[in-house]
C-alpha cells in the first residue's frame, strides 16, 4: 500500500513511507480518510522549548490507519537527550485518540533519519528566526 510522507522535509532526505508503523498495517482508505485530521490535531503538539508545534518542527514522519481505525505515528525528537522525550510520545497519542473515527493510537519514536533544522518548515524557520 502506498501513501505518502506526512510532512516533506524541504531540504533533508524525507523518511520513507511505511505500510507499517508500531505493528500497524496501514489500510489505504482509512489512512486517507483519517490522516489529515490526525495531523491537524498532532498541531496543537508544541515542544515546551520551542515556540512551534512539532508538525511545523518536522518531527512527524509518518501517519497510518488501519482497517479498524487504529492510528500509527512514526515521529522523532529534536535530539535524543530531549527532555520531552516522555511527555511528547504521549501528548501526540492522545491527541491522535481525539480524532473522530481513530479508535486508538500509537506512537513509535526513532532516529533514522535523524532530525536537522532543514526538517522545519518555512514558517518555524520564520517564526525563530533562522531566516
Known amino acids: 500500500m502506498k501513501h505518502l510522507p506526512v510532512v ?28 489529515p ?20 518542527l518536522g518531527l512527524i514522519y509518518d501517519i497510518v490507519v488501519d482497517a479498524a481505525g487504529v492510528a500509527g505515528i512514526r515521529m522523532t525528537l529534536t535530539a535524543p537527550g530531549c527532555p520531552a522525550a516522555q511527555s511528547l510520545p504521549v501528548e501526540v497519542a492522545r491527541k491522535a485518540k481525539g ?22 518548515s518555512d514558517a518555524a524557520k520564520l517564526q525563530l528566526g533562522f531566516w
Open 8 to 35: 516533506p522535509p524541504p531540504a533533508a532526505e524525507a523518511p520513507a513511507p511505511t505500510t507499517e508503523t508500531r505493528g500497524i498495517v496501514a489500510d489505504a482508505a482509512r489512512t486517507a480518510e483519517l490522516s
Open 99 to 120: 480524532v473522530p473515527g481513530v479508535t486508538d493510537a500509537r506512537v513509535d519514536v526513532v532516529w533514522d533519519p535523524p532530525w536537522t533544522k532543514d526538517r522545519m
Open 37 to 56: 485530521a490526525v495531523l491537524d490535531a498532532i498541531r496543537a503538539v508544541f515542544d515546551p522549548e520551542i515556540p512551534v508545534n512539532i508538525v511545523e
